[in-house]
């Protein structure tokens, strides 16, 4: 009998590490994410976690939000997040596909989102994204 043991500090991304080994790296600690998929997966952590201020910081510039507000009601609750495509970057430019599960006032949702990002400055930001629209639900 396997059982699979989820330690409550295993990091929400879903890499199965503790989150200090994993995305808290990044959110808390100094280093900042070698890797566009290593910023997608701890902004969704940061999202999941309620890391605003890390959010912010990773956003970039020109398409950052003024204000983040991740208490406001309705507040998601993030269940998981799959990583579709994730390609070599292209110079300074690179993309990840993902779905990210959520539960919103009791109501299981998907988001499938194809994010850019853009390398500056040493570090990785989220630019922007394309969200897939979601596949109708059957009649
Ligand atoms: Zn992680």
């Not at 999202?47 to 020109?62: D, K, N, P, S």
């Amino acid at each position: 009998m396997r059982k699979k043991h989820k330690p409550d500090n295993a990091c929400p991304c879903g890499s199965g590490m503790d989150y200090a080994d994993c995305c808290g790296r990044y959110i808390d600690g100094e280093q900042s994410a070698p890797t566009a998929l290593a910023l997608m997966k701890s902004r969704y952590t940061a999202y999941a976690r309620g890391a605003q201020a890390y959010l912010l910081a990773t956003w970039h510039a020109g398409t950052r939000p003024q204000d983040l507000d991740l208490a406001a009601a309705p507040r998601p609750v993030w269940l998981g997040l799959e990583i579709i495509a994730a390609p070599p970057a292209a110079g300074d430019g690179a993309s990840v596909e993902f779905v990210a599960r959520y539960k919103l006032c009791g109501r299981a949702h998907r988001l499938h989102e194809t994010s850019r990002f853009v390398f500056e400055q040493g570090r990785w930001f989220y630019l922007d994204g394309d969200v897939h629209p979601a596949r109708k639900p059957a009649a």
